[in-house]
Structures are given as C-alpha cells and as structure tokens.
C-alpha cells in the first residue's frame, strides 16, 4: 500500500520536473520471476525513482551504505525494504594497515538472494556511483557474482539479469526529456559459464549500448482529444486547477534546490524531495482552512480529491502519443 501510494507520488512528481519520460521495450519487462536489473547511474536518486515508475512489479532498490548514517534516511530504507550495500570507497582502512573488509556485503547479499528466491526483483546500479560522465564507468562484479550464486550456490531457477539504459536530454534542466530503454534479458539458466569478470563484461556491453547513444528526439504529437468534447475540457480545467495549487509550491522547492545544489546530480533529486515535502504541507495548511470555513469533512475530502487529480493531470494533460 505504502510502495503503490509513493510510485504514484513518484510518477507525478518525475513528471512534473520532465517534460516527457519515454520507454523504449516495455515489453522486454519480466512480469515474473528472480530477476536482477541493472541500471546505468546518472542522476542519483532519480535514476531509482525513474526505474520504480517503470517497473510493473514491486522492486527492492540497493544504496550506499553510508546513506543509513542518517538517521531519518535510515528508517525511511527500513519502510521501503531497501539494501543498503558497501562499496570499497566506503570503507577506511584500518590503522594497523589490513586489507578492506571482503565480506562486508555477506548480510545484504544473502537479503537480495533470499529475495531472488521468492521471485524478487532487485535494482542494482553496477557502476557503484552517480557520475556525471557521458559514458558508462566500468562495472563492479557485485551484480554478476550475485547472479552466478544464485543460480550456482543457492540453485534458484530462472534468475534473469534486466539491462535498462537511462539517458537524460539535461538531467538537472526542468522541462527536458528522458529516454528509459529496456534491454534484452540476461537468462542466467543458458549462461554458459561462473566467470564473474566474463558475466560483467556482458552486462557492460548491453548497459553500453542502452545508454551512450544519446537521447531520441522525436516528432510525436500531444494526445489531444477534440476541444469540444467534455473528457478534454474536464481534462483541461483539471489540469489548469493543479498548476495554479501547486506551481507556486514547485517554484520554492525548485529555488531551494537550486541553492542547496554542489553538482549535476543534485537539482532534478532535491526539487523533487522539496516539493513533495511542501506540496504534502501545503496539503495539510489548506484542507485545515477548508475545514475550518466549512466544517465538514466531506467537503474536506472532496477538496483533497481535487488536489490529488489537479496534481495528476497538471502532470499527464500533454503527453506524446505512442504507437
């Protein structure tokens, strides 16, 4: 319940910063199974929310570990199930001069298997980092090694490895475009070996592929229902209502994100966090008012309603047709 309401939130909110999110072989998506996605990383945690929207099932997502020094961060992954992981830049050596710590990913590994075991699907960013790059940054063998062991140790049928390539037309500029290209799946039952390095480099290739060709522009139309019919109008007066209770509240979050920002990776996530924040507040402040002037909580109900569609369509009003 919770997942569904914040991929819903998400999904409006994504497109209230972008213009257009396109997808490229939704039909490639497996609707079942253990299934391992691997995701180019750009855009920090857009680049999760984006996948989250995608996906038609539930995913568990994968983080850095340090994120859960944060307390609030901390309980948030808790809610929402996510693994966080440990990369080799996240540990410090030791003062008598050991070696990292090999095993200080056994625990989450052994959560994401167990996971694949009850037919999971897990979001895993192979690159181990955001990056600003136009190009793909070589892979950890993380994804490939959990992949051989599930298929090898833990003798879980089925497993599949998802490549989708995530390609922004300007990550950090409100009103552009994204491109969501979904590869063909890795079918780890014909994969014909347990070399982690060989599996990595496949993964590569295909992430390669997805996600360095750039952005696809397109001549596509609006759907545009004819002006005259009462679905467009309401659509329309929808959309109208949501942009004027929420732009302003848009326009704050956008201008605290823009200050609050040290790099590329950052508008497009903190906008978004922002203005679901104050969007939510701002919620609270006029249902109260509503309530207060009319005292009566069916008008109340009704007029959150009206905020909630305002928020959708404001969103959806104008998107491309596809074929």
């Known amino acids: 319940m919770i997942y569904r309401a914040l991929r819903w939130i998400t999904g409006i909110a994504l497109h209230w910063f972008y213009r257009d999110i396109r997808v490229v072989g939704r039909e490639r998506i497996p609707t079942n199974g253990p299934l391992l996605i ?7 945690l857009v680049d999760s929310l984006l996948v989250g929207w995608v996906m038609p099932r539930r995913i568990t997502m994968t983080a850095k570990a340090t ?14 199930g996510v693994v966080p992981l440990r990369r080799v830049s996240d540990e410090s050596r030791k003062k008598d001069g050991l070696p990292f710590d090999r095993a200080r990913n056994t625990v989450a590994f ?72 979904i ?38 139309s609006p759907v545009r229902l004819p002006s005259r019919s009462l679905k467009r109008l309401l659509i329309t007066m929808a959309a109208w209502w949501g942009r004027l209770t929420h732009q302003p509240s848009i326009q704050v979050a956008r201008s605290l994100a823009l200050r609050q920002s040290r790099d590329a990776d950052q508008p497009a996530m903190l906008t978004i966090m922002f203005a679901t924040g104050i969007v939510l507040l701002a919620y609270v402040l006029q249902i109260a008012v509503v309530g207060m002037l009319v005292r009566s909580f069916w008008v109340s109900v009704i007029y ?17 047709r596809r074929s």
Not at 71 to 80: G, Q, S, T
Request: with cysteine; proline share 5%.
């Open 38 to 44: 691997a995701v180019n990383h750009w855009n920090a």
């Open 67 to 80: 994120l859960v020094d944060n307390p609030l961060v901390a309980v948030l992954f808790r809610i929402l």
């Open 110 to 181: 052994r959560e994401i298997l167990d996971l694949l075991k009850n037919d999971g699907a897990v979001l895993i960013f192979p690159e181990g980092k955001s990056h600003n790059a136009t190009a793909l940054e070589p892979l950890k063998t993380g994804l490939a090694r959990l992949a051989l062991q599930a298929r090898d140790n833990r003798a879980i049928s089925g497993v599949r490895i998802l490549p989708i390539g995530v390609v922004f037309d300007s990550k950090a500029t409100p009103g552009s475009l994204v491109d969501i290209r």
């Open 183 to 220: 590869g063909e799946a890795i079918e780890m039952e014909s994969w014909p070996n347990s070399d982690a390095g060989t599996l990595t480099l496949e993964v590569a290739a295909r992430l390669r592929a997805l996600s360095e060709c750039g952005v696809i522009r397109s001549e596509e």
């Open 304 to 320: 959150l309603v009206s905020l909630l569609g305002g928020a959708y369509w404001a969103a959806f009003e104008n998107q491309p």
